[in-house]
């Protein structure tokens, strides 16, 4: 079983900066990938940005330029450096971590939103 422990999210007034936080604890071996997704107010869950199996990463389109995108393999971790933040980045944040052995967990998810 795979905890993930998200944190960061609040209010914040458009321009501003937020970094996301994302900690995975637990019993397995190895994490495969590791991502970010949002879900706005009436929205589908959709990746705002992700490691890919071989490392690379991979953005929205919305997001590129403003978020970035980073983990600590040592410790488990995935961040999510969010800047010039604008009202459409409003959503809850869900971390996503994919094992090695092809389960796939979630977050509980942390609210971000930005004021206009």
């Known amino acids: 079983q795979v905890q993930l422990v998200e944190s960061g999210g609040g209010l914040v007034q458009a321009g501003g900066s937020l970094r996301l936080s994302c900690a995975a604890s637990g019993r397995f071996f190895s994490i495969n990938t590791m991502a970010w997704y949002r879900q706005a107010p009436g929205k589908q869950r959709e990746l705002a940005a992700g490691?890919?199996?071989?490392?690379?990463?991979n953005y929205a389109d919305s997001v590129k330029g403003r978020f970035t995108i980073s983990r600590d393999n040592a410790q488990n971790t995935v961040y999510l450096q969010m800047n010039s933040l604008k009202p459409e980045d409003t959503a809850v944040y869900y971390c996503?971590?994919?094992?090695?052995?092809?389960?796939?967990?979630w977050g509980k998810g942390t609210l971000v939103t930005v004021s206009s």
């Open positions: 996503n971590v994919i094992l090695s052995t092809g389960y796939m967990y």
């Open positions: 490691f890919r199996s071989g490392g690379t990463t």
